[in-house]
Structures are given as structure tokens and as C-alpha cells.
């Protein structure tokens, strides 16, 4: 069965400075993997995924994340981080074959202080 | 054009009570996924309907049930209330193919008292 990993439940970082939220995987064979953030009282919005192709993917808001399958990771990352990014981010995953289910982590809640 | 919407946006249950929520997709997509988020759980698949079928279903009891319908609108149904299905509830609706991203609604707010 497919799972992500969320390791982090808070990230701290201060205005300006570059953010890492991380993800690890597990998926039988090769995935898709996508990121969402969350707002208060609202649902989840979709940021970037990673499909096929280049590791790196770029995203909304300056988002990216780099997919590496050697270490089945997807981590999201900003250069210089913004009090208007703090809020819930959701890892996901989803098997390339056979009809799975997109599965989502626990969320990291990334807090910019100014 | 028109978002994912959900209805109603708060609710509130006795235990015991069954409870209907609804999911109206973004035009021209034909699945349509449920999932539950509390605080410890984080997001907890449900189901996921394509063409009016289930195509996955999660790991919950049998009190939870959905079914889309052809117009690609879908239900989620819950019976026999417990205290710790209070949750909310997203719905999220896409083209289908798997590669696909998934576009959520502002979900439900059920609260089981």
C-alpha cells in the first residue's frame, strides 16, 4: 500500500529566509507526487506535481520541489519565504499503475515569523 | 468557472443520526474523491467515484457509503453517528486520469454532539 511521510508536524523559519518542507514516499513502482496547501477554513489548493521529466518542478507562489527516487523524496522548497506562506501543506502520492487512490501525509504546518 | 461546492458548509448531529453531505464537481470532471480530516489523522481517504463507480474505496466501516450520480455530483452518507466522526469533510473532483491534480472543495464541518 502507498504511504507519505511527513516527518515534521511544525516548521519554523523567519521572513526571507529559504524553507524546506519535507516528504518521503512509498509506492510500488513509480509515482506521482504532488504538493497542496491549505488555508484556514478552506480547502486544500493544489501547488505543483511531479509527473515525469525533470527532477526539479516549479510551482505557484515560488514553490518547487525536487523528486528523488533514490531516496523517495519530494521535498517542497521556497528561496525566501513570505509571512502569507505560513499555513498547512499536504504531501501526496499516487501509483503510476493499477487504479490506487491519491494518498495524502498528516501535513506540516509552516509558520514565517516577520 | 465554478469551483468544487459542497453542501452544507456546517452541520450538526446527534449521535445516532445518519447525515447526507453533497459535492457538486467543477464542470466536465468525472471523479470525484471523499476524504476526512481531523487534527491527529490529518487526511484519510474515503472513496472515489469515476463515471458514476466506485473506483477505490478506504479503510472505513460500512456506516460510511457514497454514490455519484450521472450528472458526476456525488454523496457521502454516514449512519449511526459516532462522537469521533466529527471531522471535516473534503470533497475533491478532477478529470480522472491519475496523473491529474485533484481540486477540493471548502468541505463540510460535521460536528457529532
Known amino acids: 500500500a502507498q504511504s507519505v511521510a511527513q516527518p515534521e508536524d511544525q516548521v519554523n523559519v523567519a521572513e526571507g529566509n529559504p524553507l524546506t518542507v519535507k516528504c518521503t514516499y512509498s509506492?510500488?513502482?513509480?509515482?506521482?507526487l504532488f504538493w497542496y496547501v491549505q488555508y484556514p477554513n478552506r480547502g486544500l489548493q493544489f501547488l505543483l506535481k511531479?509527473?515525469?521529466?525533470?527532477?526539479l518542478v516549479k510551482g505557484s507562489y515560488g514553490f518547487e520541489a525536487e523528486f528523488n527516487k533514490s531516496q523517495t523524496s519530494f521535498h517542497l522548497k521556497k528561496p525566501s519565504a513570505l509571512v502569507s506562506d505560513s499555513a498547512l501543506y499536504f504531501c501526496?502520492?499516487?501509483?503510476?499503475?493499477?487504479?490506487?487512490?491519491?494518498?495524502f501525509g498528516k501535513g506540516t504546518r509552516l509558520s514565517v515569523i516577520a | 468557472k465554478a469551483g468544487v461546492t459542497q453542501t452544507p458548509r456546517y452541520l450538526i448531529k446527534t449521535r445516532g443520526q445518519q447525515v447526507t453531505l453533497s459535492c457538486s464537481p467543477i464542470?466536465?470532471?468525472?471523479?470525484v474523491s471523499w476524504y476526512q480530516q481531523t487534527p491527529g489523522q490529518g487526511l484519510q481517504f474515503l472513496f472515489e467515484?469515476?463515471?458514476?463507480?466506485?473506483?477505490n474505496k478506504g479503510n472505513f466501516p460500512g456506516r460510511f457509503s457514497g454514490r455519484q450520480f450521472s450528472n458526476s455530483r456525488s454523496e457521502m452518507n454516514v449512519s449511526t453517528l459516532e462522537l469521533g466522526d466529527s471531522a471535516l469533510y473534503l470533497c475533491?473532483?478532477?478529470?480522472?486520469?491519475?496523473?491529474?491534480?485533484?481540486?477540493f472543495g471548502q468541505g463540510t464541518r460535521l460536528t457529532v454532539v
Open positions: 467515484y469515476f463515471s458514476e463507480t466506485q473506483r
Open positions: 501526496a502520492v499516487r501509483a503510476r499503475s493499477g487504479n490506487t487512490p491519491l494518498v
Open positions: 464542470s466536465g470532471h468525472r471523479s
Open positions: 475533491a473532483s478532477s478529470w480522472g486520469a491519475t496523473d491529474t491534480e485533484a481540486f
Open positions: 511531479y509527473i515525469t521529466g525533470d527532477n
Open positions: 509506492v510500488s513502482g513509480n509515482p506521482y
